[in-house]
């Protein structure tokens, strides 16, 4: 059974970087043709897919806020990492991780995960 958990600060001051990790277990990072996608969702909206780091290491990202976001991985402890600078209000949200085996490129909502994290709420507010 693979288990995906985030963790990181749950309070960010605006224009610092927000960094949470999600730590899988029960299965590795680097199995062939999964991706690893963190996704949020701001107070009184849907779900905003952000991008993906895959099996590969290859990484995807949605265009906004595309310029922000870096996605990386330690395959040592089967984790990977989000990191979104200078962060404002606006970022405010539950962020989630999740696992997929899809194909490369964009994930619209409503696409299917398989695996989710129970996700982690951040705020952004000095």
């Known amino acids: 059974q693979v288990q995906l958990q985030e963790s990181g600060p749950g309070l960010v001051k605006p224009s610092q970087t927000l960094s949470l990790t999600c730590t899988v277990s029960?299965?590795?990072?680097?199995?062939?043709?999964?991706?690893w996608s963190w996704i949020r969702q701001p107070p009184g909206k849907g779900l905003e897919w952000i991008g993906y780091?895959?099996?590969?290491?290859?990484?995807y990202y949605s265009p906004s806020p595309k310029s922000r976001t870096s996605i990386s991985r330690d395959t040592s402890k089967d984790q990977f990492t989000l990191q979104l600078s200078s962060v404002t209000p606006e970022d405010t949200a539950v962020y989630y991780c999740?696992?997929?085996?899809?194909?490369?490129?964009?994930?619209?909502?409503?696409?299917?995960?398989?695996?989710w994290g129970q996700g982690t709420q951040v705020t952004v507010s000095s």
């Open positions: 999740a696992r997929d085996r899809g194909t490369t490129g964009w994930r619209p909502p409503g696409y299917e995960y398989d695996y």
């Open positions: 780091i895959a099996y590969s290491g290859s990484t």
């Open positions: 029960g299965g590795s990072i680097t199995t062939n043709y999964y991706y």
